[in-house]
């Protein structure tokens, strides 16, 4: 997730927040019985591996090489055939040096022309293959950190999505996206987004987006408040998963929501399906990309520096994070996704 952008703040968002948003998700048995399936050891064995990568700057080529093969090698051990899909960057690459405070400094460099690659995987739908439901998380890092939350959690939760599912035979498509480049300018994912014709918008479902989901402290206090929502109400423990949409597709956080409710009781979560896309905080992910093209799109997270204090720091690392709330949010995301993509 990049840094924190300026904020800004209305009271409209209090009417907004307290409009219904109308969906319902049926619990079904064998949606359950995949959600069960989510493993914690898996989730953490991902975390670990991303980490000792180390940090994973799309400036840096070898790190961001390692990082696609480990992707790769996961996801063809369960029966997918990961797709490298490319994009041109300008990219300013140069010697990384630590100062005496603590900080870094550039030294030499230039810009350079760069090929950079979103990994995507599907899992064709049988009825409706056109109709597409995508997950993504990005798997870039800021240089100074490893990013175990930042956002080794988003992507170990897809990896685990993409395990459970692989032998469902949903109607619609899920699509994975494994997206490059988010901390320069979200430039995965617009890249992405350039590939789809006209007619794959048109049937284009929806989209839910992890960033950051493993981090969780259940003392009181632990959780601050973003200044835009004074008038809303903001739990103060940091216990709960965000769900953030914008007010024309309301319906999908509800719906994330709903999937919650029945397959993930013991799950809080803060709903800001309607109002996320009246704020720069809300915008700080590939999602963005999606709301501003008119597409259905939510961004699942714990709140980043809100509540994580290794935010882009080199302590961001595995031992921080809460690996039951992230496998609770990873099944709560495997069940919005089975019924968005059999539309039950």
Known sequence: MPVRPRRVSTALVLLLALMPACSSVTPQPEVAARVAQVSEDRLRAHVEALCAIGPRPADDAAQTERTLAYLEGELRAMGYAPFREPFELELFRGDRKRTADGGWVMTGGALERATLHNLIVELPGHEHPEEVVEICAHYDTVFTSPGADDNSSGVAGLLEVARVV???????????????????????????????????????????????????????????????????????????????????????????????????????????????????????????????????????????????????????????????????????????????????
């Not at 259940?218 to 103060?236: C, E, S």
């Open 166 to 344: 692989r032998d469902a035979q949903p109607r619609r498509t899920l699509r994975f996206c494994l997206f490059a480049a988010e901390e320069l300018d979200l430039d995965g994912s617009r890249a992405h987004l350039a590939t789809l014709s006209a007619e794959d918008r048109e049937h284009f479902v929806a989209l839910i987006d992890l960033e950051m989901i493993g981090y969780a402290d259940a003392r009181p206090g632990t959780q601050t408040m973003p200044v835009w929502l004074p008038l809303i109400g903001f739990p103060d423990t940091a216990d709960f998963v965000a769900v953030l949409g914008t007010f024309s597709t309301g319906w999908l956080g509800a719906f994330y929501e709903d999937a919650i409710d029945a397959y993930v009781p013991e799950l809080d979560y803060w709903s800001g399906n309607r109002i996320g896309g009246f704020f720069a905080d809300a915008r700080r992910s590939d999602h963005a990309h999606y709301w501003d093209a008119g597409l259905p799109a939510i961004m699942v997270s714990d709140t980043s520096e809100f509540r994580n204090d290794h935010y882009h720091r080199a302590s961001d690392l595995p031992e921080t994070l809460d690996y039951g709330f992230l496998r609770q949010v990873t099944q709560a995301t495997v069940a919005a996704a089975l019924h968005l993509a059999d539309d039950r």
